[in-house]
DNA sequence: AGTGCTCGTTAATGCGCATTAGTAATACGC
DNA sequence: GCGTATTACTAATGCGCATTAACGAGCACT
């Protein structure tokens, strides 16, 4: 017979301090005079089957309060139970260095939702499976842990979300997001917002708009230019291909010339969808500039989306708003439905219109 | 002889699909035509002990990837009794709307870290253990399902943590701290940065200094003010009770006339410390544009840290820097040795000058 | 007294994996 | 030809918890 084995165990303080390790439910009960069981019926009992006297239920208590006890999150989830952790994982660095792109508005609705329903965050890495990037194809699986998960970030990998939706772990992406058959997620509602900011700007005389995007299929960038054409159409306006100008690389494209083109051929109106690095914007906004233009006044610019933290000031960019701790806060809710095996749904969050300061009434035409 | 019975597992595709769960080792080693445990072995196997046929290990490598076999993380944890987890628990919300005083950058710092040693982390948060604010007494008894915890902030009740810190649960204080007698803590090397400004401003011709300090008596402003006097002392400056001046109410007391008074008392730098909310930077730049004083030319200032986000631009402060994402990832890499029962300590990280254009040479006595 | 309850608690079991003791098989030495 | 290494694998065990069958005690009826 194997005697048991005494294997060095984190979480103990080593030898000298005399200390004993994390407690176990085995503690709890002997400190109660109970077996492991009822222990496990008491704390983990907000079930309703579970016969315990008041006064049992109490001396258990008492000791896993003194105890200091706190359940195992592998063990519970191993017992086929919940550990109360949602996960959320990132497909970059969740906190870049890069101040750009960052997951932080999101989590602030995400962590007001996660406190208010109970649960805890486990923070996921893509890059902690292995330093070196894409690691095993197990690099998702580690999510498992928690109960459900949070994904964000463009680059998710199809493949091995596919999986995990396909074994029924609840999962939920930040974005819309079709890819993976039967992922649930929660998005901003692009296309509407869109096509609000058109309205407004043809309510203000605007009859050449042309929509500058980045040259990436992003659904985000799809839903944009979707909510633009149909906002062009809602207002009997022309919408020919060249309303639409893709940045490949958008510094150089996006001249003063081809800025002066564009007036030049009766355009009043240029729109920017916002992306993660902020470039159509920033392109825009220097080549007006570099052209000398004035903004409200010869032209008037929109943006699809919150500006960059850096250049939020100033002419605040007339456009709408990323409710971004909103959807993470949906998210969460989702996940938390997913995970009580409900069916809810609410994919898509209104993005509030922003006036700002760099639209107005279109040029009378020479 | 109870007979297994058939529990509701999440994780397992619901019935119609005709999906099987996902595989388990056991699955793996049937199709290899080998026991458990040597699938085990190999698929874990970074470790050298191991002998196993080159052909077995293929089997099974084979069979494993036909089964698209993912190791269950919780499993894994608890057969390692190891959860690789680490918390982090702020006592105010760890993503604050209020954009003043997060803790990004240090989490930065501390995400990084805890990737490259293979850390996951839990984010806990005050308010997440009941919703009702305060909680129970054992609010802090959560962290204890990580194998350590990192806590953020000033206002960390001791009397929990010493429990954490008694039960020899590791644990480290982001900044400096005593109060819970052997909590481990990192912490920024304030005296020696905030000495070096005033040695600097000394440099400069400047006789008369004054540091605005909030009149609160948190480590973090205790030993600025113990910095800039010994830096006064190592100037050969005179450091007499009104070289430091407390704000109870910052903006209020912190008036035109009162600069002016400093001024022909031959007062000419002012040193303001960082804090959370940058009250006594704010309070002193306003006060100085309210007096109409030219900053680099009439009087010198200076701070005791980072700029608030808002008014990092314009006029860089003289000063020096924290730096907080190493701060961030110190402070993983002393709670990584205490979970490994290390005794590692590296409590102090250095603040580099920062030359910054609020500080010139001090003008010429009238 | 015996039967049928309900109530409170415990013993037993397994989740999926890592680990270690142990076994079978082959190689080596004299 | 028999002990001793060495190699290649398997059986058995437990991690900490949730779950459930089973059990003893008390009580109300026949």
Redesign the pocket.
């Known amino acids: ?5 005494k ?1 060095a ?1 984190p979480g103990r303080a080593p030898g000298p301090s005399g200390r004993t ?1 994390r407690p ?3 503690e709890v009960a002997r400190l109660a ?6 222990v ?2 008491v ?2 009992g907000k ?1 309703q089957g ?4 008041a ?2 239920r109490q001396k258990v208590l008492d000791a896993a309060l003194s105890l200091g ?1 706190v ?2 999150p592998a ?2 989830r ?4 919940r550990n109360d952790l949602l996960g959320v994982f990132s497909f970059t660095a969740t906190f870049p260095t890069d101040v750009q792109h960052s997951y932080y508005p999101f989590l602030v609705g995400v962590e007001q939702e996660a406190a208010a329903r109970g649960y805890d965050l486990v923070l996921f890495t893509g890059s902690s499976s292995g330093g070196a990037g894409a690691a095993g194809p197990d690099a998702l699986s580690r999510v498992r842990l928690a109960d459900g998960c949070l994904f964000l970030g463009r680059h998710a990998p199809t493949k091995e979300l596919r999986r995990l939706v396909e074994d029924g772990f609840p999962a939920v992406h930040v974005g819309r997001r079709d890819e993976p058959e039967g992922l649930a997620w929660v998005g901003a509602d692009y296309v509407s917002a869109s096509h609000e900011v058109v309205t407004r700007l043809a309510a203000l005389g605007h009859r050449r708009i042309v929509l500058v995007r980045e040259d990436d299929d992003a659904p985000a960038s799809t839903d944009r230019e979707r909510g633009f054409l149909e906002g062009l159409e809602g207002a009997g306006l022309p919408a020919g291909p060249d309303s639409v100008f893709r940045t490949a690389d958008p510094a150089g494209t996006l001249s003063p010339e081809r800025l002066r083109a564009w007036l030049d051929a009766g355009v009043t109106a240029l729109v920017a969808e916002e992306t993660d690095t902020g470039c159509p914007w920033r392109a825009l906004r220097s080549a007006v500039d570099e052209a000398g233009l004035d903004c409200p006044g010869e032209l008037s610019l929109a943006l699809l989306g919150s500006p960059p933290a850096d250049l939020a000031a100033e002419p605040v960019p007339t456009g709408f708003d990323i409710p971004r701790p909103q959807l993470g806060a949906a998210a969460v809710r989702l996940l938390a439905a997913l995970v009580a095996g409900e069916e809810a749904d609410e994919p898509l969050v209104a993005c509030p219109f922003r006036a700002g300061a760099t639209a107005g009434p279109a040029p009378h035409r020479a």
């Open positions: 017979m194997a005697e048991p084995r294997r165990r390790s176990r439910q085995a005079g109970v077996s492991q069981a009822t496990s019926l704390l983990g079930k579970a016969a315990i006297s006064e049992t006890y359940p195992d063990a519970r191993l017992a086929a139970a």
